[in-house]
């Protein structure tokens, strides 16, 4: 049970909200605000919540978690403006899923693994929804649900691991390379001869050929991608530790020649 300090604070979080709101001395780029324009901030906080849990900073977690918490409770606030739903029937109903979809600790339902929570979790939502039981659903109707809900590459490795559960996969990973290089000589065919819609869609199935690569391999690709754009950050530090002008002042050649110089020193410090 939260004890009242907690649901104080909580409280004060909400007026807070409704306050900034407020048309009578609220905050002019709050009152701006949609649930439209506040999406971006939605997502841009999970992931720095993500990324303070993965430094183990406990304080920066505190924080994050606050300001992803002030984006469920400032959607909750401009709903409630146009009497659509207020963060009570946010809470209400998050509560009322759990407790629905975990028979095994509010209800009767025994269970003797993970794997049965999780069926059962599927069966229940595939009953809320008014949809087949997974297991008669069709796999592009599961699939589609990826594509609206979850970041491309997420998207893509969910898809493709969905998908080879079926059947629909290669044999071994000869195939994979096969179809990335067959894949990559058409986007390279698209760049000389076809529109600008042809390439983008061919640059995606490059894209989608590589991520079977990576799946074959049991690499994550966000994880790989992730410490690239680190690397290539902590090289362009170095880059401009040797340097006492701009980076723009330096010709080609001597960029490459300070990239060379940052990537050598900081393999020897590995």
């Known amino acids: 049970m ?14 807070v909200v409704a306050k900034l709101r407020s048309p009578d001395g609220g905050c002019p780029w709050d009152l701006a605000q949609t649930p439209q324009t506040l999406t971006p901030y939605v997502i841009e906080e999970a992931y720095e919540v993500v990324d303070a849990i993965n430094t183990g900073d406990q304080s920066a977690i505190a924080e994050e978690l606050g300001d992803l918490l002030l984006q469920v409770v400032l959607q909750s606030q401009i709903a409630s403006e146009y009497k659509q739903f207020s963060l009570k029937e946010v809470a209400q109903g998050i509560s009322q899923k759990l407790i629905r979809r975990h028979p095994h600790v509010f209800g009767d339902v025994l269970v003797q693994s993970i794997d049965e929570v999780r069926q059962n979790w599927e069966q229940i939502k595939a009953e809320e929804k008014g949809e087949p039981s997974p297991d008669h659903q069709k796999l592009s109707h599961k699939l589609s649900g990826y594509v609206r809900k979850l970041p491309p590459l997420m998207a893509t490795m969910k898809i493709s691991e969905k998908a080879a559960a ?35 869609a061919e640059l995606g199935d490059v894209l989608f050929s590589l991520l079977q690569l990576a799946r ?10 992730q410490g690239t754009n680190q690397r290539f950050i902590q090289r362009l530090q170095k880059m401009e530790a040797f340097t006492n002008r701009p980076l723009s002042d330096y010709s080609l050649d001597e960029l490459e020649a300070l990239w060379q110089q940052a990537k050598k020193q900081l393999a020897d410090t590995q």
């Open 2 to 15: 939260m004890n009242t300090e907690t649901l104080a604070a909580l409280q004060e979080l909400i007026d």
């Open 166 to 200: 079926v059947g629909f996969e290669w044999e071994n990973i000869d195939g994979v390379w096969a179809k990335f290089n067959e894949e990559l000589t058409e986007f390279k065919q698209a760049l000389a001869h076809e529109t600008p819609e042809r390439q983008q």
């Open 216 to 225: 074959w391999c049991n690499i994550d690709p966000s994880e790989a991608l």
